[in-house]
């Protein structure tokens, strides 16, 4: 199971929403970070064919997945960003009228959807009406729709976007324990959604495929690019205008300053063993061309 994509290219008018981006995917998980407007969105609906490339190719075991159509479409799983549900239709009658559509049979679609609600933990309300779901319980549905017919690539859009902390961390359990024998990418500017569970991460700016490593090797890479030091409120005010600010934390010492970038200052000392995600994505996505 690969999926291809190659010189892959969507322009409106000058500007470029993604620019020959090439890549190759098997089975597990890949993180796709990056700033909004930086081209996720539009990779995936290149990936569902619900926008139209202008240039470059998708293949699928070799196969233009233009050429599959249908037979392609059947391999998707697909979680939206925007959250199109019917309020007066119940989770289950919800999931039963998607796996109409997506051509299950009736006796299939009862097991899948009894399992699939189990999965995601919406079993006991299944019954209830979906306008009176929370944000967290509507993505979990959204989910267990995009897993209908057991597809081979799940693609999913921002699927922790506006949630609390503990409901992030549970959609993302989810998708860490669907993860088995699929190609699954994880579209997010929420570096902690991919950290744990993304066996790789495609770094995107500005439609462009920046880099492309495990996260250990994307921490490795920045080694000796993070820095810190104590600082007080106007010290911070005065880095904040020249360099990238990681964090700031209260410690015994005072107000630690966390920098990233390739030239910091010599009061700086240098950051060993603690790097992380957060890091890379201010090195290589915040202001840099």
Known sequence: MVLEMKGLSKQYGSIYALKDFTTTLTEGVYGILGPNGA???TLMNLLTDNVKRDKGEILYDGQDILKMGGEFRKLLGYMPQQQGL???FSARKFLFYMAALKGLS???ARKEIEFLLELVGLNKEAHRKL???SGGMRQRVLLATALLGDPKILILDEPTAGLDPEERIRIRNFISEIAQNKIV???THVVSDIECIAAKVLLIKKGQLMKEATPYELIESIEGKVAEAVCTLEEIKSYQESY???NVSQRKEGLVLRLVGDDLPEAFRPVKGNIDMEDVYLYYL???A
Do not use: C, M, P, V
Request: aromatic share 10%.
């Open 39 to 41: 081209g996720k969105s």
């Open 86 to 88: 019917y309020d007066h």
């Open 106 to 108: 009736r006796k299939q």
């Open 131 to 133: 306008g009176g779901f």
């Open 185 to 187: 990418l994880l579209a």
């Open 244 to 246: 990238h600010i990681g």
């Open 286 to 288: 915040e202001g840099r």
